[in-house]
């Protein structure tokens, strides 16, 4: 009695999963260098909101930029705006945590006069390499920068912002 085979042999599953690890090879550096691409716009816009958000603070209180990232938000649910907590910004930033694989940090200058007349934000990879390779920094100037090392800033005011090209 010869009864027919059913089924996949050996060889061929052996071929099947090795497609699937040669496509696979392929694939997950592309996914992860997209994964960084899209992490590093959010970055570059959490700057651009962080720049929106003393300028309004500025103007809404009329003591000059804020001192902290944590003047800019409000951990109270609902929020009540005071000069130490503008609930301007979401508060996981506020708080100084990680999102979308960056931290970000916001500073005020020296007050002069007891008023903060510069700032300085920036956003820097929580692992350079693989969350993101760039830091990105701002100031008053509105101009978003970026350093191609994604070190983290000595502090968000650190002049050295102004010596990194701007975004175009």
């Known amino acids: 009695m010869n009864k027919k085979q059913k089924g996949f042999s050996l060889i061929e599953l052996l071929i099947v999963v090795a497609i699937i690890l040669i496509i696979a090879a392929i694939a997950i550096p592309n996914l992860l260098r997209a994964r960084m691409a899209a992490n ?3 970055a570059v816009g959490t700057v651009r909101t962080l720049v929106t958000s003393e300028v309004t603070y500025s103007s809404t209180w009329g003591i000059g930029f804020a001192a902290t990232l944590a003047d800019l938000g409000g951990t109270a649910v609902p929020c009540v705006a005071s000069s130490s907590g503008a609930c ?3 508060p996981l930033i506020a708080a100084g945590g990680p999102k979308s694989g ?3 940090a916001a500073l005020g200058g020296t007050p002069t006069n007891g008023v903060i007349s510069t700032f300085g934000v920036s956003a820097y990879p929580v ?3 693989s969350t993101g390779t760039n830091t990105f920094c701002s100031d008053e100037s509105g101009v978003v920068r970026k350093n191609t090392t ?3 800033m000595a502090a968000p005011v ?3 912002c102004q010596t990194f090209p701007s975004l175009q």
Request: cysteine-free.
């Open 40 to 42: 590093e716009s959010s």
């Open 127 to 129: 692992t350079p390499g």
């Open 88 to 90: 301007l910004i979401d």
């Open 102 to 104: 960056y931290t970000d």
């Open 150 to 152: 994604g070190a983290a």
């Open 158 to 160: 650190d002049t050295t």
